[in-house]
């Protein structure tokens, strides 16, 4: 990476967001009275990679959507240097910690109110959650006829420990209106274009998702800041919905009376057809109905996929298992190409919208080449689809049992 010394130009980083600075790195900052007035710490950058794990696979940089391989998920809560991101525009530059505002606007608050962030920690109580977050088109590689969008494979999923208040806590402060029927986030980030009058992203949730204990504004992630890349300084957090809700460098909710008309809310994105279609086909726009409870899934996060292993051998398989606002109840592993099935130990999850920790110790009955086939079922008794689940023409939803090869040699 060729990069030249960087000073922002709105002087941002003054003495005071040291301490912001030391939480983001988990260490202080050597010769800290030394650094220029005004310089940006390379940390800082919007180049997330400096913070992520060397073999996370960088899908695009502009904007930054990156994913895990599976088996770097491998973690009970996922550490940020393994988390996938994915950008719709550009990571804002100038971040004003000390400045940042919440406003909850909107036709449906009796009126608009805006808090600090010191305001939003000290007013109402704090609460920690491992919560799920799932890109819609985790899996998009997986689709025939292949779909236009990042070609996702099966990575671009979390489950970190997030800390905030509860919205719902937020908007009883604020005061809603009878009507108010959905909410929707605004971000700081910049189109792709660096035009700032242009939207990137701004979703949301009917209010009954919005007033549920899980859905957090959360200002940090695993203990610490939120780190950049994810949302730094403040973020909403939606477990088990596509995670393009759980809106980044939050500054403002709009409660409306009305679904959220922001921008990838309206036309296909973040939709599937209300009728299942034939792969390849597209309907008009008025046959699509909004993504809402991701589908039940898992992963098998270890072995690494390629594994060899003697004959005789124990493998202590495990994995992670999810269903968007429903729970895991079973967890099987298939090594005949699902024509029979074991059944995994399954732990339960955390609270509420966490994955959930499965664990197999397997022996494979002779020398050759297998697939291991992981399988979840959700506590509606809904299943992973072995192979290709319902095909749309934006490609999201992609459950398909995750499936890794091992040669016992
Ligand atoms: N402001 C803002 N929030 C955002 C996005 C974005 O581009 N801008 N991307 C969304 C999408 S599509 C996803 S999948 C998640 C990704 O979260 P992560 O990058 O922290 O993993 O953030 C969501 N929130
Ligand atoms: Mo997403």
Known sequence: MNRSPHFDRRGFLKKSTLATLTGLLGT??????????????????????????????????KPWNVEAPAHLLDDPVTPADKMFIRNNGLIPESIDVANWKLTINGESVKAPKTYSLSELKKKFKTHTYQLVLECAGNGRSGYAPQTAGNQWTDGAVSCAEWTGVRLKDILADVGLKDDAVYIGYYGKDLHVSQD???PVISRGVPIKKALEDETLVAWAMNGQDIPLAHGHPLRLVVGGWPASTSGKWLHTIAVRNKVHDGAKMTGKSYKVPINPVPPGVDPPEDQFKIIESMPVKSLITFPKTGATVNLGQVIPLRGHAW???????????????????????????????????????????QKGYYELWARAVDDAGVSQPMVMPQWNPEGYCNNACHRIAVKVA
């Open 196 to 198: 700032p009058t242009k």
């Open 28 to 61: 202080r900052i050597a010769f800290a009275d030394r650094m220029p007035a005004g310089y940006l710490p390379l940390v800082l950058e919007p180049n997330p990679m400096l913070n992520k794990h060397k073999d996370m696979t960088v899908l695009n940089d």
């Open 323 to 365: 269903a968007g606002d429903r729970a895991v109840k079973a967890m099987q592993v298939s090594y005949d190409f699902g024509a029979t099935w074991q059944t995994c130990k399954l732990q339960p999850p955390k609270n509420r919208l966490a994955w959930q920790h499965w664990t197999l110790d397997l022996k494979l009955p």
